[in-house]
């Protein structure tokens, strides 16, 4: 099983979950996440020192899924997210060691 977590812009969250829809996937999050990248530029003078204006707004879409469709998840997420500009985000694929479903039940007695 891997973990695939996707960083992107929010107004293109939708069209990545609307992608990968329908596809193989255990368990799925999202949440709104700020956070920057490359863009350097986002940087402003401060007396005489440098800091980040801001972080930017993006959308973090997690997904555990198995290891025979991460190429296809991936590809999608890719083609859904892509604008060809700088800060359309990043895809981070972990491999999960460990997934324990129904973790709220009670555990076995000893």
Do not use: N
Request: hydrophobic share 45%.
């Amino acid at each position: 099983m891997k973990e695939v977590i996707a960083i992107v812009k929010p107004f293109l969250a939708e069209r990545v979950l609307e992608a990968i829809a329908g596809m193989s996937i255990e368990a799925c999050t999202v949440r709104e996440v700020k956070g920057f990248g490359r863009q350097k530029s986002y940087l402003d003078a401060y007396g005489e020192s440098d800091y980040a204006l801001a972080f930017l707004p993006k959308v973090e879409i997690q997904l555990w899924i198995d290891d025979q469709s991460v190429d296809d998840v991936v590809a999608r997420i890719a083609s859904a997210a892509r604008t060809g500009r700088m800060g359309d985000g990043k895809i981070f694929v972990l491999p999960v060691s460990t997934a324990i479903d129904d973790a709220v039940r009670e555990p076995p007695s000893r």
